[in-house]
């Protein structure tokens, strides 16, 4: 039978989706957590894992050459790919939201907003009526106020300490994120019966650690 392919994220989200795996029975091996290996095959569960960056999960899964994979769902909204959402893992949680320096007004011409997330920011405060100039950022998005790049970030938080540490408030709150199981649909029609049993473990699993 063939593997099936599953594109785990590396970084923050691997190692709890890796938990999750494990509590649904899936044994996986210790070179997971521990290598720089790309492709790791598990044979006795005919499953092979390809480890990539976050924001790139959902591309191996649009693409097919990954069957199922783990995204968060604030990459899922930026790249609004052709991809099924089987599952809420609720893992990894953190939400999207506004911030900036504090008792600060938006500039009234042309307000800027940095970000690592365009589309969500555009279609934010499109939806509040408020035109915008986005600025596109890889990280540390927090300088952007602080030193008059921007009047507004639209970034993660999660402890909320970046936001504290660099003397930001958080204004708008935009959307809660957890990471979601998703599966390439013609994947999905193929490998069905799999990609079921694989998802009724996980939702087990997920419900399990509700308890
Ligand atoms: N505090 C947080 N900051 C960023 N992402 C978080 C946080 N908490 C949970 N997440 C989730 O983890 C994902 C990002 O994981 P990670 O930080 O490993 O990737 P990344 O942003 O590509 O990092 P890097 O570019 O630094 O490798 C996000 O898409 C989001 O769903
Ligand atoms: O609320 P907190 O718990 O402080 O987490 C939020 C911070 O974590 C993320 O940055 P990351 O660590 O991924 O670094 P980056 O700036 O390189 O994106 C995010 O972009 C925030 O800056």
Known sequence: MDFLTIAMPKGRIFEEAAELMKSAGFQLPEEMEDSR?????????????????PMDVPVYVEHGVAD??????????????SVMELLDLEISYCYLATAGLPNTQMNDVAPRIATKYPVIATSFYKEKGEQVEIIGLNGSIELAPMIGLADRIVDIVSTGR??????????????DITSRLIAN???????????LDLTK?????VEEADV
Not at 185 to 194: I, N
Not at 201 to 205: F, V
Request: net charge positive; glycine share 4%.
């Open 37 to 53: 290996k790309l492709i790791v095959e598990v044979p006795e569960e005919n499953i092979r894992f390809i480890l990539s960056k």
């Open 68 to 81: 199922i994979g783990v995204a968060g769902k604030d990459v899922l909204l930026e790249q609004n790919r």
């Open 162 to 175: 970046t936001l504290k540490e660099n003397g930001l408030v958080e204004y708008e709150k935009i959307a």
């Open 185 to 195: 649909p013609v994947a999905y029609r193929l490998k069905q019966q799999r990609i």
């Open 201 to 205: 473990r996980l939702r087990q699993a």
